[in-house]
């Protein structure tokens, strides 16, 4: 290969490299962060609650530290700054009993208040001698933390104040009130190292507390989206339930083929109006687990059950070419239960299944209750199967038969007089081949 051309592919292959880090900018991000903040949840309201009452617990007792500080070293006319940062316990003590009065509002503005005139009155008493100042950065990051992306007058408010305060200490304007000078620089030196440390810690306290706050909302969250989720699906399929969750559009599809079983269980109402609610709702949910358990392990799609009734379709709203199948081998399957059921129990017990294949409307009704249903006239034939059909027996349609007698042993019943439906052909399914 020429040497010009080789030249020419790693230039190009350069270019694309150097160009893989000179993106453009991403409109999207900047036009996110300018978009207004969505509306605050309660937990995003309980986070801040805590915050409030985290960072007033810790500013009484650093206040308390240095009041304890101020007399274990009786500072040169250190009585200004002891009762500065006296006043300023009390006043987080009052800020406290506001939060638990649940006066959150006014718990934060003491806070702030109190903070930032605290931090501003000991920088000019001290002339920041021992970088008092650095404690106008954790009250900048605690006004963002606690007061929510609405509250922008209060941020910008307790923002600007630390700022000042910032400025005064940067300019010097005046001299110590406080004796310092009088002090080992050994002192001194570990005042200055203290204020820094504490306030870093500080800082970073803020951010951990809050990034575990928000880890701990996000986990609630998430918990609780999967427990929606499980919820959801108990009611819906799991493909509607997915498109349910993703759009708000109307669910609605028409599927060309599907099998279609109803099921009664023969003798349980005249034996149900005897018993106790306990006792008709304790079989029930015996039987119907079993059901759905087969239904299940099968991968037929429950639709409702009505009193003793079970509905079920196969081929929506997944399509499935061996839908018939589905239905047949259930269909039997669900004869096993209730045979199962009935030698457990002593209740004489049966079941009337009819089954028919055709095409239905699906989709998802209800604005509060959800509930995904099937309609057309498959599902009026397949409910007539039922009712014409006998306890103990499996009657299927002539569209049914079709599509299952090469693996499952039919016996005809003949011609029936079907309500609605007039004269049809119907089989009895008896087994799997």
Same mark, same amino acid.
């Given at each position: 290969?020429?040497?010009?051309?080789?030249?020419?592919?790693?230039?190009?292959?350069?270019?694309?490299?150097?160009?893989?880090?000179?993106?453009?900018? @991403?409109?999207?991000?900047?036009?996110?962060?300018?978009?207004?903040?969505?509306?605050?949840?309660?937990?995003?309201?309980?986070?801040?609650?805590?915050?409030?009452?985290?960072?007033?617990?810790?500013?009484?007792?650093?206040?308390?530290?240095?009041?304890?500080?101020?007399?274990?070293?009786?500072?040169?006319?250190?009585?200004?700054?002891?009762?500065?940062?006296?006043?300023?316990?009390?006043?987080? /003590?009052?800020?406290?009993?506001?939060?638990? !009065?649940?006066?959150?509002?006014?718990?934060?503005?003491?806070?702030?208040?109190?903070?930032?005139?605290?931090?501003?009155?000991?920088?000019?008493?001290?002339? @920041?001698?021992?970088?008092?100042?650095?404690?106008?950065?954790?009250? /900048?990051?605690?006004?963002?933390?606690?007061? @929510?992306?609405?509250?922008?007058?209060?941020?910008?408010?307790?923002?600007?104040?630390?700022?000042?305060?910032?400025?005064?200490?940067?300019?010097?304007?005046?001299?110590?009130?406080?004796?310092?000078?009088?002090?080992?620089?050994?002192?001194?030196?570990?005042?200055?190292?203290?204020?820094?440390?504490?306030?870093?810690?500080?800082?970073?306290?803020?951010?951990?507390?809050?990034?575990?706050?928000?880890?701990?909302?996000?986990?609630?969250?998430?918990?609780?989206?999967?427990?929606?989720?499980?919820?959801?699906? /108990?009611? !819906?399929?799991?493909?509607?339930?997915?498109?349910?969750?993703?759009?708000?559009?109307?669910?609605?599809?028409?599927?060309?083929?599907?099998?279609?079983?109803?099921?009664?269980?023969?003798?349980?109402?005249?034996?149900?109006?005897?018993?106790?609610?306990?006792?008709?709702?304790?079989?029930?949910?015996?039987?119907?687990?079993?059901?759905?358990?087969?239904?299940?392990? !099968?991968?037929?799609?429950?639709?409702?059950?009505?009193?003793?009734?079970?509905?079920?379709?196969?081929?929506?709203?997944?399509?499935?070419?061996?839908?018939?199948?589905?239905?047949?081998?259930?269909?039997?399957?669900?004869?096993?239960?209730?045979?199962?059921?009935?030698?457990?129990?002593?209740?004489?017990?049966?079941?009337?299944?009819?089954?028919?294949?055709?095409?239905?409307?699906?989709?998802?009704?209800?604005?509060?209750?959800?509930?995904?249903?099937?309609?057309?006239?498959?599902?009026?034939?397949?409910?007539?199967?039922?009712?014409?059909?006998?306890?103990?027996?499996?009657?299927?349609?002539?569209?049914?038969?079709?599509?299952?007698?090469?693996?499952?042993?039919?016996?005809?019943?003949?011609?029936?007089?079907?309500?609605?439906?007039?004269?049809?052909?119907?089989?009895?399914?008896?087994?799997?081949?």
């Amino acid at each position: 290969m020429p040497q010009s051309i080789l030249k020419a592919d790693t230039e190009a292959e350069k270019n694309c490299y150097v160009r893989s880090y000179l993106r453009r900018p @991403d409109a999207a991000f900047w036009l996110d962060l300018l978009a207004p903040p969505p509306k605050p949840t309660e937990t995003d309201f309980t986070r801040r609650r805590r915050m409030t009452r985290y960072s007033l617990g810790a500013a009484l007792g650093l206040s308390a530290f240095y009041v304890g500080l101020s007399l274990v070293f009786n500072l040169k006319d250190s009585q200004s700054l002891i009762w500065l940062n006296g006043i300023s316990v009390a006043c987080y /003590a009052l800020g406290m009993w506001a939060a638990s !009065l649940q006066a959150q509002h006014i718990a934060r503005l003491w806070l702030m208040v109190t903070l930032n005139t605290q931090v501003i009155l000991v920088t000019w008493l001290m002339a @920041d001698a021992i970088n008092s100042s650095v404690f106008c950065f954790v009250s /900048a990051a605690l006004a963002l933390v606690i007061f @929510d992306a609405h509250e922008k007058k209060y941020r910008a408010l307790f923002t600007v104040i630390p700022i000042v305060g910032l400025v005064i200490a940067s300019l010097e304007l005046n001299p110590a009130y406080i004796g310092i000078h009088s002090l080992p620089q050994g002192l001194l030196l570990f005042a200055r190292v203290t204020n820094l440390v504490i306030g870093l810690l500080c800082i970073l306290l803020l951010v951990g507390v809050f990034n575990r706050e928000v880890l701990k909302a996000e986990t609630g969250l998430v918990e609780e989206r999967a427990r929606s989720d499980r919820l959801l699906h /108990a009611v !819906l399929p799991q493909k509607i339930a997915n498109e349910l969750r993703q759009s708000d559009r109307m669910i609605a599809n028409r599927h060309p083929e599907v099998t279609v079983l109803f099921a009664d269980i023969a003798g349980f109402t005249p034996w149900s109006s005897a018993q106790e609610p306990e006792v008709v709702v304790s079989l029930l949910e015996k039987i119907f687990s079993r059901f759905d358990a087969r239904l299940s392990h !099968l991968g037929a799609e429950k639709i409702k059950t009505i009193g003793d009734a079970y509905m079920v379709v196969s081929g929506a709203p997944d399509p499935r070419a061996d839908h018939a199948h589905v239905i047949a081998n259930l269909a039997l399957a669900l004869l096993e239960e209730i045979q199962l059921v009935r030698q457990e129990t002593g209740i004489s017990l049966d079941m009337r299944i009819g089954v028919h294949t055709g095409s239905v409307i699906a989709g998802v009704i209800g604005a509060v209750r959800f509930s995904y249903d099937i309609w057309g006239d498959t599902v009026n034939t397949a409910s007539r199967m039922e009712s014409h059909g006998q306890a103990g027996r499996i009657q299927i349609s002539q569209q049914t038969k079709e599509r299952i007698e090469d693996a499952f042993v039919l016996e005809p019943r003949g011609i029936i007089d079907v309500k609605g439906k007039g004269e049809m052909e119907t089989w009895w399914l008896l087994a799997s081949k």
